[in-house]
């Protein structure tokens, strides 16, 4: 696993950033999560979190310039030489053309792309329940992923959760719609290169992993 460089796709509330963490505790592999970095930007008030803001809010794509040019700084920084994450980027064809770019500049291949699949009809239950610990981030659920201890968090002890604006059942509508027109396409651009690997992501949370894992060593 050390070392693996990894994209996973798919769909808003599809669990890529639920695996994503598993994979970093368990591997040191980092997430390198582009909405978590624009949520950032957005709560610090700066010039891409103000552009980016009503954008998220609304459930479309943010432009492809700030994400490339956040991703390629983020990707130069040292943690990601022992390989990373790639959760929620790309996500549109000219950043996927990006990536290969910053890719070959850098002498790094792909290990491989995992599509964890989950059909619509799961999605708006899975993002209306979501909440996430205000101090470390860690991931829940109102009934997939509840703390071990009522109102306390796992990782950090934090009694304090935040759910995302963009986490109502109106802004998933248009966010799926997002994600098939213009995500889904990757998905092809992948399977050509060979890269492409597709996993059950409406299984429970171990068991995804499980695949992840076997997927990511075939
Ligand atoms: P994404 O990063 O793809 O948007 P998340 O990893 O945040 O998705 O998952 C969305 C919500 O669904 C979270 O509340 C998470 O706890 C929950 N979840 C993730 N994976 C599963 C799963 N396999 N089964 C049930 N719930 C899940
Ligand atoms: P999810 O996978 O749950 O839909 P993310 O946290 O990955 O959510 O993204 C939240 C929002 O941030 C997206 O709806 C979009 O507005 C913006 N965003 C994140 N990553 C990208 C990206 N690679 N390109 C364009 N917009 C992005
Ligand atoms: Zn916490």
Request: hydrophobic share 30%; glycine share 8%; proline share 3%.
């Given at each position: 696993m050390k070392g693996t460089r990894l994209i996973l796709m798919g769909p808003p509330g599809g669990g890529k950033g639920t695996?994503?963490?598993v994979l970093q505790d368990k591997y040191g592999i980092v997430q390198l999560s582009t909405g978590d970095m624009l949520r950032a930007a957005v709560g610090a008030g700066t010039p891409v979190g103000k552009e980016a803001k009503a954008i998220m809010e609304a459930g479309k794509l943010v432009s492809d310039d700030i994400i490339i040019r956040m991703i390629a700084d983020r990707i130069d920084e040292p943690d990601c030489a022992n390989g990373f994450i790639l959760d929620g980027f790309p996500r549109t064809v000219p950043q996927a053309e990006a990536l290969d770019g910053l890719l070959v500049k850098k002498g790094m291949t792909l290990t491989c792309v995992i599509e964890v699949r989950v059909p619509d009809s799961m999605l708006v239950e899975r993002i209306t329940?979501?909440?996430?610990?205000?101090?470390?981030?860690?991931g829940y659920?109102?009934?997939?992923?509840?703390?071990?201890?009522?109102?306390?968090?796992?990782?950090?002890?934090?009694?304090?959760?935040?759910?995302?604006?963009?986490?109502?059942?109106?802004?998933?509508?248009?966010?799926?719609?997002?994600?098939?027109?213009?995500t889904?396409?990757?998905l092809p651009f992948y399977e050509k290169k060979g890269l492409l690997r597709v996993i059950d992501g409406s299984a429970p949370i171990d068991e995804v992993t499980r695949q992840l894992e076997k997927a990511t060593a075939a």
């Open positions: 695996q994503a963490k329940g979501r909440f996430s610990c205000a101090k470390c981030g860690a659920h109102d009934k997939f992923q509840r703390p071990k201890t009522e109102g306390k968090c796992d990782s950090c002890g934090g009694v304090e959760f935040t759910r995302r604006k963009d986490d109502n059942a109106e802004t998933v509508v248009a966010r799926l719609e997002a994600y098939h027109a213009q889904a396409p990757l």
